[in-house]
């Protein structure tokens, strides 16, 4: 693209270096006070925010990327000590409504900026800049403690949620899942295995744990919690139906609220990140995940197991159904907006951000705007359900992987390859094929009653073909080992 103005000028009056080193050199130190249960000031944070929120405007651009990069922020961000002062749990870990937000907040305004910096540098000059990811992974190992912390804070069940943890922890497993992504990174990972080295792999079994907790069920939302007036107000309104009711029947009331409507779509995200996480690293040299049983799901545990992974795909299958339905109904009314009810054509309106226009329209003017409304809530459910088969698909991969590693390999070959998981013994190994041949046929049978078209997304008929490839491959695999 071409140069900007802007970055051309900046970078010209050396202003980026300066900028980006004083972070370290001169603000470090005095954005650390702003962390203090009663810090004299907050002007630390302020300008930190503001300076953070230029960076991401301009890494935006490919050229204020490498700008930023070639002067060093990520070295920057790595070597900042205010990032792993996070308030430990129950010192000050909920939000406050007063004039100097709580600690917990305070750390939230601090760590949010720096990995979306992150997340928006690996995202716009990424790609085959072998210097930015291992600049990339250094940040993971630099602050691994913070990192896996935040993780772990929405893993326990005992510990409640609001929108700031989850954030975090969505922000943490997709910068993993990035840099899981770049061989070369594993590669060094791998050769500094035994030197003591904390880094990425650091991160391997805090973002498995997740599974478990987040992707088989809502009954995290039991522990979502309001942290303040915001998420308060939020809690109160009921939510939009741009994606019409896709929780669970059994979902808790609180997920009918916006509070936890937004709630949902960051679980979804961290589910999805998590998924493709273990894809990437199992890809390349298969180490098992996920343990052998495939019997019983627990929230409880804290390695996933093959069950997660059906309860996972069962869960998603149905909730792709229901959002079938959802986007057919709201194309059907976008079409015929005359059969929508007054109420709910206002309330539709009440609900957009053409809020404020709705008393001046016209009521032919409003069914217009309803049908618009209506065909951008369609496409909005037609992405949702792209990114849930993304994610199907991928469990899929893991699920016959896992399976025929654990029914096919030899005994020797098991522990060989086991990494920290325990191998099942022969006997197991006979128990996991019986209760794969019980347990995954209903299963592949609703998988290849799955019918998806173009119309519903561009790569549907792509998708498709490798879910009933998949299906066919694990079908093959339990019928001969049973048949054996």
């Known amino acids: 693209s071409r140069p900007n103005r802007v970055v051309m000028f900046l970078a010209r009056k050396n202003y980026f270096a300066s900028f980006v080193g004083s972070m370290l050199r001169r603000e470090d130190l005095a954005i650390q006070a702003t962390l203090q249960p009663e810090p004299a000031s907050l002007n630390a944070l302020y300008i930190y925010e503001a300076k953070m929120s230029f ?18 922020i990520i070295d920057v961000l790595a070597d900042c000590a ?31 900026p720096a990995l979306n910096l992150m997340l928006a540098l690996v995202a716009k000059i990424g790609r085959d800049n072998l210097t930015l990811w291992m600049k990339a992974a250094r940040f993971v190992s630099q602050h691994h403690a913070v ?14 949620l609001s929108i700031a943890p989850l954030t975090q922890a969505k922000a943490v497993t997709t910068l993993v899942l990035f840099i899981a992504r770049q ?52 809690m109160a309104v009921p939510a939009s139906s741009v994606g019409g009711d896709l929780s669970d029947s059994s979902a808790a009331d609180v997920l009918r609220s916006l509070f936890g409507q937004q709630a949902s779509e960051i679980v979804d995200s961290i589910v999805h990140s998590a998924i493709a996480y273990v894809q990437a690293v199992t ?9 052998w049983s495939i019997e019983h799901s627990r929230e409880a545990d804290y390695t996933p197991s093959l069950a997660t992974l059906v309860a996972f795909v069962r869960r998603s299958l149905a909730r792709i159904e229901r959002a079938r339905r959802a986007r057919d109904e709201k194309l059907r009314l976008a079409k015929s907006p005359n059969e929508m009810p007054t109420a709910d054509m206002r309330k539709l309106i009440d609900d957009s951000p053409h809020e404020d226009a709705a008393t001046d329209l016209s009521s032919q003017q409003m069914r217009a705007l309803a049908s618009v409304l209506l065909e951008q809530q369609g496409s909005a459910i037609a992405r949702s359900v ?40 022969q006997q197991e190994r006979d128990m996991l094929r019986a209760d794969a041949y019980i347990e995954l046929p209903p299963l592949l049978t609703l998988l290849a009653d799955l019918k998806l078209t173009q119309d519903e997304f561009a790569t549907a008929p792509t998708h498709m073909s490798f879910i009933k490839m998949l299906v066919r491959r694990i079908k093959d695999l339990v019928s001969r080992d049973v048949a054996m």
């Open 183 to 234: 061989r070369a990174v594993l590669d060094r990972e791998a050769a500094m295995a035994g030197s003591g080295h904390v880094g990425v792999a650091s991160m391997h079994l805090p973002i498995l744990a997740l599974l478990p907790k987040l992707s088989t069920s809502t009954n995290w939302a039991k522990r979502l919690m309001p942290a303040n007036d915001v998420e308060r107000t939020l």
């Open 386 to 425: 792209s990114g849930m088969v993304a994610a199907v698909e991928q469990a899929l991969v893991l699920l016959w992987r896992h399976l025929s590693f654990f029914i096919n390999t030899e005994s020797n070959e098991l522990q060989a390859g086991r990494g920290s998981l325990a191998m099942p013994s």
């Open 283 to 291: 890809e390349r040299s298969f180490r098992p995940a996920f343990s």
């Open 55 to 72: 960076f991401l405007q301009i890494a935006q651009r490919s050229d204020g990327a490498e700008r930023l990069l070639e002067n060093g």
């Open 82 to 112: 205010f990032l792993d002062l996070r308030p430990q749990s129950g010192q000050g870990s909920h939000f406050a409504d007063a004039f100097i937000p709580a600690r917990a907040e305070r750390f939230h305004l601090l760590l949010m």
């Open 147 to 160: 990192l896996e912390a935040v993780l772990k804070e929405v893993a326990v069940p005992a510990n409640a």
